[in-house]
């Protein structure tokens, strides 16, 4: 019988479970959530029926529950979503490309020199 550890290949996807599995941002994001839900539930409880109160309850809580799992390119969703405000509300506009040949400006600075000197 062997016993095998779980080793990562690189060592920056390395997470440390806290609780129950969960790192603890996804502990304290799946908190958070279930504290939405359950706020929500006696808030509208008395106000609307048991179905609409069970679909505000998970609308509520989805997005606090998907932030603590969330990773795109290895960013977290604040991260995400600041890159996301930063490009296309921050630093948007027109962005212009322009070539430039190297080469081309080489020739006429050394034709340049070259009609200086005659």
């Known amino acids: 019988m062997a016993i095998e550890i779980k080793i990562n290949k690189e060592i ?3 997470k440390e479970s806290m609780f129950f599995g969960l790192t603890l941002r996804q502990f304290t994001c799946s908190a958070l959530a279930v504290g939405i839900a359950v706020a929500a539930y006696f ?3 008395p106000l ?3 179905e609409a109160v ?3 309850c998970i609308f509520g809580a989805c997005p606090m529950a998907v932030a603590g799992f969330f990773h795109y ?3 977290t ?3 995400t979503l600041w890159a996301m405000f930063k490009s296309q509300v921050l630093l948007a506009g ?3 490309w322009k070539a430039e040949n190297y080469y081309w400006k080489a020739i006429q600075m050394e034709e340049g020199r070259n ?3 005659t």
């Open 94 to 96: 027109k962005r212009v």
């Open 115 to 117: 009609k200086k000197k």
């Open 77 to 79: 969703l604040e991260k």
């Open 73 to 75: 390119n290895g960013m």
């Open 43 to 45: 808030y509208f409880r």
């Open 48 to 50: 609307l029926g048991d």
């Open 54 to 56: 069970s679909w505000i």
């Open 12 to 14: 920056h996807q390395y």
